[in-house]
C-alpha cells in the first residue's frame, strides 16, 4: 500500500476523535473506528470507514492505531483487554494527561510489545486536518519519523523529543499561556468596554499588539536561557509603575483586578529579589523553584 495510504485505527469517537477519523478519510488513509457508543460511528462509517466491534479487532486492523478518549483510565480500560494485538504494531496516544502518565503508558505498550508515541492536539476539532495547526509528538523519533506521512493528514506534526512526556508538558504550558492571553484581552476588552468601545473595535488593535509581544518573548528567551536579564527596554521597576496604571484605571470602571494584581505581585516579588532593574524576563527567577546547590 501507498505509504501516505497507510491504514488507521481510530479508537474514540468525540468530537475529537471523529474529526481525526474523517481527516484520515478525506486523505485517502483506510480508516477502522471503534466506540463504545457505535451511533457516533454512523457519519464516518457512510464516508467509508470500517465499524469494528471490539477494540481488539479495531487494533487488529491497522499497523497504527490513534486513541483519543476521555482520560489515561479510560484508555486503560478500553485497550488492555486489547494489549495482546498491539504487538508489533503502533499507538499514538492522543489522549489529554500528564507527562507522568505518558511516561507509565511507555512502559505500559513497551511490556506489549509495541511502539508508542504521546501527542497532544493544539486545536478544536474544527482545525483537524489543517495543515496550519500544530499537533506535538514525543517519544521514538525513529517511530515518528516512521508514521509522519500518515499524522501529517491531522496536522503539522512536530517532534519534540525522545522524553515521551514532552508532548503533555508543551500541551500544559501552551494552554497555560493561552489561557492568559485570552483572559488579559478579555480584561482589556472590558476595560475599554466600559467606556462603550465595542469589543470588534479593539480586538484588531490588540492582536496587532500581540504580535510585538511575540517579538519581545524571542528577545527574552535568550536571556532565560543565559539567567542575564539587562533591562535596556524596559525594567521590572518600570513595569510595575506602569501596571499601576492599569489596575487605578480598571478598578475606577468596576473592572475585576486579580489578574493585574496577581501580575504585579510577581513583578514586586522580582523587584524584591534584586531583579527591579532588569527586563521583565528576570521574572521566571520567581517564578521557578530555586537552584539546587
Known amino acids: 500500500m501507498n505509504a501516505e495510504?497507510?491504514?488507521?485505527?481510530?479508537?474514540?469517537?468525540g468530537s475529537m476523535g471523529s474529526a481525526l477519523a474523517a481527516a484520515l478519510l478525506d486523505r485517502g488513509h483506510p480508516t477502522t473506528v471503534w466506540n463504545r457508543s457505535s451511533d457516533k460511528a454512523r457519519p464516518l462509517v457512510d464516508r467509508g470507514a470500517?465499524?469494528?466491534?471490539?477494540?481488539?479487532?479495531?487494533?487488529?486492523?491497522?499497523?497504527?492505531?490513534?486513541?483519543?478518549?476521555?482520560?489515561?483510565?479510560?484508555?486503560?480500560?478500553?485497550?488492555?483487554?486489547?494489549?495482546g494485538d498491539l504487538a508489533g504494531r503502533t499507538l499514538v496516544n492522543l489522549t489529554s494527561g500528564s507527562p507522568e502518565q505518558a511516561h507509565e503508558a511507555v512502559k505500559w505498550a513497551g511490556s506489549h510489545g509495541a511502539d508508542y508515541l504521546d501527542?497532544?492536539?493544539?486545536?478544536?476539532?474544527?482545525?483537524?486536518?489543517d495543515p496550519a495547526m500544530m499537533f506535538l509528538y514525543s517519544g521514538s523519533q525513529q517511530v515518528f519519523e516512521a508514521h509522519r506521512p500518515t499524522l501529517t493528514a491531522l496536522g503539522d506534526p512536530l517532534y519534540l523529543?525522545?522524553?515521551?512526556?514532552?508532548?503533555?508538558?508543551?500541551?500544559?504550558?501552551?494552554?497555560?499561556?493561552?489561557?492568559?492571553?485570552?483572559?488579559?484581552?478579555?480584561?482589556?476588552?472590558?476595560?475599554?468596554?466600559?467606556?462603550?468601545?465595542?469589543?470588534?473595535?479593539?480586538?484588531?488593535?490588540?492582536?496587532?499588539?500581540?504580535?510585538?509581544?511575540?517579538g519581545f518573548l524571542t528577545t527574552y528567551a535568550p536571556q532565560v536561557d543565559?539567567?542575564?536579564?539587562?533591562?535596556?527596554?524596559?525594567?521590572?521597576?518600570?513595569?510595575?509603575?506602569?501596571?499601576?496604571?492599569?489596575?487605578?484605571?480598571?478598578?475606577?470602571?468596576?473592572?475585576?483586578n486579580?489578574?493585574?494584581?496577581?501580575?504585579?505581585?510577581?513583578?514586586?516579588?522580582?523587584?524584591?529579589?534584586?531583579?527591579g532593574q532588569d527586563s521583565y524576563a528576570s521574572l521566571?527567577?520567581?517564578?521557578?523553584?530555586?537552584?539546587?546547590?
Open 226 to 256: 543565559a539567567g542575564r536579564y539587562p533591562g535596556d527596554d524596559a525594567t521590572v521597576d518600570v513595569q510595575i509603575a506602569a501596571i499601576d496604571h492599569l489596575i487605578h484605571a480598571a478598578a475606577a470602571r468596576g473592572i475585576d
Open 5 to 13: 495510504h497507510r491504514a488507521v485505527t481510530v479508537i474514540g469517537l
Open 284 to 293: 521566571i527567577e520567581v517564578l521557578r523553584p530555586p537552584a539546587r546547590d
Open 50 to 83: 470500517h465499524l469494528a466491534a471490539t477494540p481488539q479487532e479495531a487494533v487488529a486492523a491497522s499497523p497504527l492505531t490513534i486513541a483519543c478518549v476521555l482520560d489515561y483510565e479510560a484508555l486503560h480500560t478500553v485497550l488492555d483487554p486489547a494489549a
Open 119 to 129: 501527542g497532544a492536539i493544539m486545536t478544536t476539532p474544527p482545525g483537524v486536518g
Open 161 to 214: 523529543g525522545t522524553d515521551p512526556g514532552l508532548a503533555s508538558l508543551y500541551d500544559a504550558a501552551l494552554l497555560g499561556l493561552m489561557w492568559s492571553t485570552m483572559t488579559g484581552w478579555l480584561h482589556g476588552t472590558a476595560l475599554v468596554g466600559a467606556e462603550g468601545t465595542p469589543a470588534t473595535d479593539f480586538t484588531p488593535v490588540a492582536t496587532r499588539w500581540l504580535t510585538a509581544v511575540a
Open 258 to 275: 486579580a489578574l493585574p494584581e496577581l501580575l504585579k505581585a510577581a513583578m514586586e516579588k522580582a523587584g524584591a529579589a534584586g531583579h
